[in-house]
């Protein structure tokens, strides 16, 4: 997923994704994130997260890599309910703003599952960034995920 950010700074956006613990106060759908092993200089933190999804709840704890002079975080699951998660935030300058683009790859481990679960997850996950995104930034204006690239 990709968006501009009019008249936004690099920087600002960047300070702003990597405040996750405040991700569960902007969308009702995420329950927590604990930041449990804060960055400490070395770029990387641990954070927990519970996020509610169908009938349950979703836990995981990832790895957390804050990538300032890329302008990027990436983010890997290293415990909990999917056998693979991982994605990253990209922060990008463009005359009169900033673009952000977000991506992901998840698999629950669960192939007879894959096409009932994982498109519900996919959707989820998109409400979810797209409500973040709108909650931090004043304005937002969505681009095709090729657009710039």
């Known amino acids: 997923m990709r968006a501009f950010l009019p008249e936004a700074e690099t920087s600002a956006v960047f300070d702003q994704l990597s405040d ?12 927590s994130v604990d930041v449990v092993e804060p960055d400490t200089g070395s770029g990387c933190a641990l954070s927990a997260w519970e996020v509610y999804f169908h009938d349950g709840i979703l ?22 309910d999917f056998d693979e998660f991982r994605g990253a935030w990209h922060i990008e300058p463009l005359p009169g703003g900033a673009a952000v683009t ?3 790859r998840f698999d629950f481990g669960v192939p007879s599952l894959d096409s009932i679960i994982e498109p519900m997850a996919e959707r989820l996950l998109v409400e979810t960034i797209e409500r973040i995104l709108s909650c931090l930034f004043e304005s937002v204006v969505p681009l095709p995920a090729e657009a710039g690239r």
């Open 59 to 80: 836990v995981w704890t990832e790895e957390d890599r804050f990538r300032r002079d890329e302008l990027r975080i990436d983010f890997a699951q290293v415990d909990g």
């Open 20 to 31: 996750l613990e405040r991700y569960g106060e902007l969308v009702d759908v995420i329950r």
């Open 102 to 104: 977000f991506t992901a």
